[in-house]
């Protein structure tokens, strides 16, 4: 069974940037691709970025695409997501997981972390 952390949330002004980790413990990860969803107040959880483990695929939601970067460390069998020019609609709770699936449904998705909350203010 793989466990995920996610650390780094916090409050930051819009314009600037934050630095999210999930580290995964258990087992190794080389079958799975790693997904960032994020929980909006109010609102549903919605797919942010995904990597396969692997190959080092990344696909991204269009309303992240060219501020957010998914990567990993394969030493520390970790992911992150660094997250630039930030805005007040990207605030929300952010949670990582692991799927052999469909990268966008969150419902494919397994072991999700505690998550980070993430705060922008304008």
């Known amino acids: 069974q793989v466990q995920l952390v996610e650390s780094g949330g916090g409050l930051v002004q819009a314009g600037g940037s934050l630095r999210l980790s999930c580290a995964a413990s258990?087992?190794?990860?080389?079958?799975?691709?790693v997904g960032w969803f994020r929980q909006p107040p109010g609102k549903e959880r919605e797919f942010v970025a995904a990597?396969?483990?692997?190959?080092?695929?990344?696909y991204y939601a269009d309303s992240v695409k060219g501020r957010f970067t998914i990567s990993r460390d394969n030493a520390k069998i970790t992911v992150y997501l660094q997250m630039n020019s930030l805005k007040a609609e990207d605030t929300a709770v952010y949670y990582c997981?692991?799927?052999?699936?469909?990268?966008?449904?969150?419902?494919?998705?397994?072991?999700w972390g505690q998550g980070t909350q993430v705060t922008v203010s304008s």
């Open positions: 990597i396969g483990w692997s190959a080092g695929s990344t």
């Open positions: 258990g087992r190794t990860l080389s079958s799975y691709e």
């Open positions: 997981a692991i799927t052999r699936r469909s990268h966008e449904d969150p419902t494919a998705y397994g072991c």
